[in-house]
C-alpha cells in the first residue's frame, strides 16, 4: 500500500489569500489526483496531476483558480489561489500505486481549509 | 461518464442490528466499485472493492457487498453493526480503463445507536 501524507493538516487563511496544499507518498506511483470536499457533502475531482506536464482539470475547474504541479512520481501541490469563504472545503490527495491490483486508490487524510 | 446514487443520506439503526447502505450507479463503460468508509474528522479508507469474478465481496471490519449487474446495484451489507461503525459510508465507481479517477456517491451516514 501507499501511505500518502498532506501538509498543512488546517489552515485558516483570509480572503484573497493564496494557500498551498503539499501531497508526498511514500512510494512511487503511476497517478495522484487533487479532491474536493465541501462541508456535508461528497468528494469531487478537482483534478489529474500529471507528472511533468499540466494537469487535466475536471468541469468547473481552472488551473488559474487551482494551479497544481507534479515535479516528480511521489509529490504534489494544489494551491487554492484568490481565496473566498466558498473555497472552505476539505481537500485531499489522491494516489494509484501501479504495484497494487488492480490500482488501488489510496488517500491522504486532508487539509481542512477555512476562509474567512 | 459515470454517476453514483446513494439512495440514503442518513441510516439510523440499533447496535447488533444488520444493515444495508444501498448503492446504484450507471456507465456507459465497464468500472470498478469501491466502498470506502470516512470516520469523524478522518481520511478516508477502503472498505472494499469489486474487480471481477464473485460478486460477493467481503470486505474489512464485517462488511460485505454484492455486486448485481442488472440492476447495477452495489449495496453494502453488515449482519451485526457496533458503535463504533458510526461514520460516513461512500460508494464509488472508476473505470477499468483510462484516469481510474473516482465518482463518488454523496455518501451514506450510518449511525449505530446503543
Known amino acids: 500500500s501507499a501511505v500518502i501524507s498532506q501538509k498543512p493538516s488546517r489552515d485558516i487563511c483570509q480572503r484573497g489569500t493564496s494557500l498551498t496544499i503539499q501531497c508526498q507518498v511514500d512510494?512511487?506511483?503511476?497517478?495522484m489526483f487533487w479532491y474536493r470536499q465541501q462541508p456535508g457533502q461528497s468528494l469531487t475531482l478537482i483534478a489529474t496531476a500529471n507528472q511533468g506536464s499540466e494537469a487535466t482539470y475536471e468541469s468547473g475547474f481552472v488551473i488559474d483558480k487551482f494551479p497544481i504541479s507534479r515535479p516528480n512520481l511521489t509529490f504534489s501541490t494544489l494551491t487554492v489561489s484568490n481565496m473566498s469563504p466558498e473555497d472552505s472545503s476539505i481537500y485531499l490527495c489522491?494516489?494509484?500505486?501501479?504495484?497494487?491490483?488492480?490500482?488501488?486508490?489510496?488517500f491522504g487524510p486532508g487539509t481542512r481549509l477555512t476562509v474567512l | 461518464a459515470q454517476s453514483v446514487t446513494q439512495l440514503d443520506s442518513q441510516v439510523p439503526v440499533f447496535e447488533e442490528a444488520p444493515v444495508e447502505l444501498r448503492c446504484n450507479y450507471s456507465?456507459?463503460?465497464?468500472?470498478?466499485l469501491f466502498w470506502y468508509v470516512q470516520y469523524p474528522n478522518q481520511g478516508l479508507q477502503l472498505l472494499l472493492k469489486?474487480?471481477?469474478?464473485?460478486?460477493l465481496v467481503k470486505g474489512i471490519n464485517g462488511f460485505e457487498a454484492e455486486f448485481n449487474k442488472s440492476q447495477t446495484s452495489f449495496h453494502l451489507r453488515k449482519p451485526s453493526v457496533h458503535i463504533s461503525d458510526t461514520a460516513e459510508y461512500f460508494c464509488?465507481?472508476?473505470?477499468?480503463?483510462?484516469?481510474?479517477?473516482?465518482?463518488f456517491g454523496s455518501g451514506t451516514r450510518l449511525q449505530v445507536q446503543p
Open positions: 469489486y474487480l471481477s469474478g464473485s460478486t
Open positions: 512510494s512511487q506511483v503511476t497517478m
Open positions: 456507465s456507459s463503460v465497464s468500472v470498478y
Open positions: 464509488a465507481v472508476s473505470e477499468r480503463t483510462g484516469r481510474r479517477a473516482l465518482t
Open positions: 489522491s494516489a494509484v500505486s501501479g504495484r497494487a491490483m488492480p490500482d488501488e486508490q489510496f
